[in-house]
């Protein structure tokens, strides 16, 4: 699905060296490239502060703590996302209230959110799923009026520009109260291991986030809240510096992909390609088809006999997972959803594949739905 080695190779000079400066040093942990990384990255989104921490569903967490939800506080979010935001949500003893998402988008459904605010509701947590942001615009607003904290879960959009219908644009994660990233390898900023961040123009809860990834400690050995351990490593910050400059060229070349599998599969019977949303730029973290009468397994295993990769994001809708399993849920509660999980696949997507590659997996992918 993808090809991190070729996207190493092109950045190995600088990389290695960077990874060698820590070992030099021997500042595995809080060394200079992690405060380096993270001004670069402010810079980047345009935001007033970013907070590094271990992985994405960290980040997730610690907003959650941050903006002190307390147990049995309700948070909104979408039935069709990877498990992390639902997951940390239920850790934390609050209640997740999943809404189903819009058919073509994939993006959480506003009209829903809506419906399933109560006096326990306290945050909203948009998921800019695949790589587009979801109507911020219009959650922001939500949110504004029955006083609740938004959370953006961006892990799939980092870059990713969100317009406002006044023209004016913001990066994905830093229009919500906290933003929440990951630099998981595959991500479309990934390090070589696992890290995550947070982004809040807000100064007291960055003060706050930044708090409880360390401890809960404000001052060296004084610990004002409950805090946990989680920190990006100076080993991947020195990675992440060198990648975040070849970020807006990597979601170039993910779009090249993207046109690409577009132009093959855009008017087939059997083939709905994905839809761009007109409020965000795409960033492509997955391009991802809805199937229209196809055996999905069947195609999947003749592609993997031709030697091309295909994930189906995500194959159970949260609501039917065990984790979450609750008498509150029940199959054909989230029909979109539902039908989504039934039918997408994800094709190989990354930021190395060479015309060739992309002929032999639309031209493959072709051949065998008509076969
Ligand atoms: C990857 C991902 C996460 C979790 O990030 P980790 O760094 O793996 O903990 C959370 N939410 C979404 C939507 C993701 O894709």
Redesign the pocket.
Known sequence: MVDLRGQYEKIKTEVDQNIQEVLNTTAFINGPAVKEFQAQLEIYLKVKHVIPCA??????QIAMMALDLKPGDEVITADF??V??AEVIGLLGLTPVLVDVKPDTFEIDTDAIERHIGPKTKAIVP???FGQCANMEKIMAIAKKHNLYVIE?T??AIGADYTFSNGSTQKAGTIGHVG?????PS?NLGCFG???AMYTNDDELAKKLRMIAHHGQSVQYKHDVLGINSRLDTIQAAVLKVKLKHLNEYAAARNKVAAHYDRAFKNHAKLEIPVRSKQSTHVF?QYTLKLKGVNREFLREQLAERGIASMVYYPIPLHLQKAFATDRYKPGDFPVTEQLCATVLSLPMHTEMDEDTMNYITTNVLEILNK
């Open positions: 992985n994405g569903t960290d980040a997730l996302t990877y992390a935001t998921v800019h799923l879960d892990a799939q929440c990233t990951s630099f998981f991500k696992d890290g995550g973290h």
